[in-house]
């Protein structure tokens, strides 16, 4: 094979080349074209996630800022609750030191 008869079967296989390229050019365009919607109704889904996402976020932070508050009264509370059963043993005990005294003072 010589240089021309190369140059000849190249131009050939270019001019297929360019017949099947136009073939296509349809199936191309239209494969692009769906694809874009594609890319925008999942753009639009991801618009919608990111937005939900947000405000999960700020509820989030609403709820933990709530729990923080919540816990700190629950442990005031447990607090006081100790404070009151102390108390509550103290009193017992007074009233059962009263008790005997009347007892001893009946019967005596």
């Not at 008869?5 to 131009?11: G, L, S, V, W, Y």
């Not at 874009?36 to 919608?48: F, G, L, T, Y």
């Not at 629950?74 to 509370?77: G, M, P, S, V, Y």
């Not at 007074?94 to 030191?97: A, G, L, P, R, T």
């Given at each position: ?14 001019a297929?080349?360019e017949a099947?390229?136009?073939k296509?050019e349809p199936?191309?365009?239209d494969k692009?074209?769906k694809c ?13 996630a990111?937005?939900k996402g947000?405000?999960?976020a700020?509820e989030?932070a609403i709820?933990d ?8 009264k629950?442990?005031?509370?447990e607090?006081?609750?100790k404070?009151?059963?102390?108390k509550?043993a103290?009193?017992?005990e007074?009233?059962?030191?009263v008790?005997?005294s009347?007892?001893?003072e009946?019967?005596s």
């Open positions: 094979m010589n240089g021309v008869e190369k140059i000849n079967d190249a131009e050939q296989e270019v297929r080349l099947e390229i136009i296509l199936v191309v365009k692009a074209a874009k919607v594609k890319q925008d109704a999942i753009q639009v889904d991801k618009d919608a990111d937005a947000k405000i999960v700020e989030k709820a800022t709530e729990k923080a508050k919540v816990e700190e629950a442990e005031k509370i607090r006081e609750v404070n009151a059963e102390k509550l103290l009193a017992y007074n009233i059962k030191k008790q005997e009347h007892l001893k009946l019967f």
